[in-house]
């Protein structure tokens, strides 16, 4: 019971919403308490230039103060082990309305069950801004739910279809 709540305890202080470096087909809805409903998909891209993973994250915000984020990222290095455990690493650029731009490293770690991801990236958003991601997705095949935050926001639940 204490390795759950341990294992629990540091998922969720992890996730401080970022899709894995790894490019996904998925599509669902996110809540996040202060801000409301997300709808949110990704798409594996169909161009691999020099055989590099490239996708595209979306998610816009439903509300009367619309967000639109997309994020673009190449899996620079998707065949990396840590620990024995699958590591990918890549290349992200988000680019958000109301306006603003970001480029950094991705980073995912598949744990079992699931994966961690971070995103970190410099850019401009009313100024100089450093965006930042974190979560944890529970595969629940053909389903996945994730827990993160961002910048964008504190905390967001998603429930994502898988294809």
Request: proline residues 7%; charged residues 10%.
């Amino acid at each position: 019971m204490k390795r759950i709540l341990l294992f629990l305890t540091l998922s969720l202080g992890l996730s401080l919403a970022q899709a894995p470096a790894y490019p996904e087909n998925t599509l669902g809805l996110g809540y996040a308490p202060d801000k409301g409903l997300y709808l949110q998909g990704s798409a594996l891209l169909p161009f691999s230039p020099l055989g590099i993973d490239t996708g595209l994250d979306l998610q816009a915000l439903l509300s009367q103060n619309p967000e639109v984020f997309a994020f673009f990222k190449a899996n620079l290095f998707p065949g990396l082990v840590l620990a024995d455990l699958y590591t990918s690493v890549g290349l992200g650029l988000d680019l958000r309305y109301p306006f603003g731009v970001h480029l950094g490293p991705v980073v995912s770690l598949e744990v079992p069950g699931g994966a961690l991801s971070a995103y970190g990236g410099l850019g401009y958003q009313g100024g100089f801004h450093l965006a930042w991601g974190a979560g944890f997705r529970f595969y629940l095949e053909p389903l996945a739910l994730e827990v993160s935050a961002s910048d964008r926001y504190p905390f967001l639940l998603s429930l994502l279809y898988l294809w």
